[in-house]
T-cell receptor, first 113, second 118 residues
Framework: DAKTTQPNSMESNEEEPVHLPCNHSTISGTDYIHWYRQLPSQGPEYVIHGLTSNVNNRMASLAIAEDRKSSTLILHRATLRDAAVYYCILRALNTGTASKLTFGTGTRLQVTL | GAGVSQSPRYKVAKRGQDVALRCDPISGHVSLFWYQQALGQGPEFLTYFQNEAQLDKSGLPSDRFFAERPEGSVSTLKIQRTQQEDSAVYLC????????????????FGPGTRLLVL
């Protein structure tokens, strides 16, 4: 699987936007970029995914570089409930069985008042 | 609706004991995954089921680890003769995905079972 690189930790003030970067320079043409997050003492949860175009949903936005070698997860207004570890994961489009998730160490986001 | 549930939430075992961890996936979900998460690390894949068939067990760390899903719904992860290095959070996830091309296979995770081996 292609590898992703994320900063170990980031801090943000509440109500401010947060940009979480992810580098994936060896991404292949059929790899989708997925983001999951893990709140304290919980299992990971899906946030967003994309292939080439920027994506928005109720939780976040995903900005994908034109060369697809990096992407940024954007939380428009961070709240205390967004404090979590955020994982950037590449997933290949499969025509067979479901694919496992390959997590790195992620970025631990701290949100302060 | 009901999400993925796991039991027990916490388990303390003495070294050498056998343990069984249960996962109840979301009803109708074809795929089921087990992951192991050591302290301060991201989850690591252990094994994968499609219905009752175990299609990938490449992540199981040793033959002391065994997983089953006999009726294609509930799954059990069993660890025999537990060792201290088995201490971790064991996460179960399920997804709708079955055979065929898929673009998105969102995995829904349970809260995990925290295993401590003394």
């Amino acid at each position: 699987d292609a590898k992703t690189t994320q900063p170990n930790s980031m801090e943000s003030n509440e109500e401010e936007p947060v940009h979480l970067p992810c580098n994936h320079s060896t991404i292949s043409g059929t790899d989708y970029i997925h983001w999951y997050r893990q709140l304290p003492s919980q299992g990971p949860e899906y946030v967003i995914h994309g292939l080439t175009s920027n994506v928005n949903n109720r939780m976040a936005s995903l900005a994908i570089a034109e060369d697809r070698k990096s992407s940024t997860l954007i939380l428009h207004r961070a709240t205390l409930r967004d404090a979590a570890v955020y994982y950037c994961i590449l997933r290949a489009l499969n025509t067979g069985t479901a694919s496992k998730l390959t997590f790195g160490t992620g970025t631990r986001l701290q949100v302060t008042l | 609706g009901a999400g993925v549930s796991q039991s027990p939430r916490y388990k303390v075992a003495k070294r050498g004991q056998d343990v069984a961890l249960r996962c109840d996936p979301i009803s109708g979900h074809v795929s089921l995954f087990w992951y192991q998460q050591a302290l301060g690390q991201g989850p690591e894949f252990l094994t994968y089921f499609q219905n009752e068939a175990q299609l990938d067990k490449s992540g199981l760390p040793s033959d002391r680890f065994f997983a089953e899903r006999p009726e294609g719904s509930v799954s059990t992860l069993k660890i025999q003769r537990t060792q201290q290095e088995d201490s971790a959070v064991y996460l179960c996830a399920s997804s709708l995905a079955g055979v065929g091309p898929r673009i998105k296979e969102t995995q829904y995770f349970g809260p995990g079972t925290r295993l401590l081996v003394l």
